[in-house]
């Protein structure tokens, strides 16, 4: 299993991004697939996932402004970031799990983490 994320680099506050996770190894349409991101000194948190039911789900601080997107004929997950501020930097990781609570960092499967940086 390889999740590989792309799409992130460096905007202003207020701008837009769209960063995107392409899955394989196997099939992926019974697994939820969420978005965590990492600031320096800090500890991992949940952003946003999308169930296998096509359900999403949002942290409080990015509700309104992120949204997540599945496509399970190509196996991608997409995160699309808009009015970007300047606390929402850091490295974003795409994973998968099979069940349990969508906010938990306990996924079975991560990607290998893509940086945005979002200054002032």
């Known amino acids: 299993v390889q999740l590989q994320a792309s799409g992130g680099g460096l905007v202003q506050a207020g701008d837009s991004l769209r960063v995107s996770c392409a899955a394989s190894?196997?099939?992926?349409?019974?697994?939820?697939m969420g978005w965590f991101r990492q600031a320096p000194g800090k500890e991992r948190e949940f952003v946003a996932a999308?169930?296998?039911?096509?359900?999403?789900y949002y942290a409080d601080s990015v509700k309104g402004r992120f949204t997540v997107s599945r496509d399970n004929a190509k196996q991608t997950v997409d995160l699309q970031m808009d009015s970007l501020k300047p606390e929402d930097t850091g490295v974003y990781y795409c994973?998968?799990?099979?069940?349990?609570?969508?906010?938990?960092?306990?996924?079975?499967?991560w990607g290998q983490g893509t940086q945005v940086t979002v200054s002032s």
């Open positions: 994973a998968v799990k099979r069940g349990g609570l969508i906010r938990a960092l306990n996924y079975d499967y």
């Open positions: 190894g196997r099939k992926f349409i019974d697994d939820t």
């Open positions: 999308v169930s296998r039911n096509n359900n999403t």
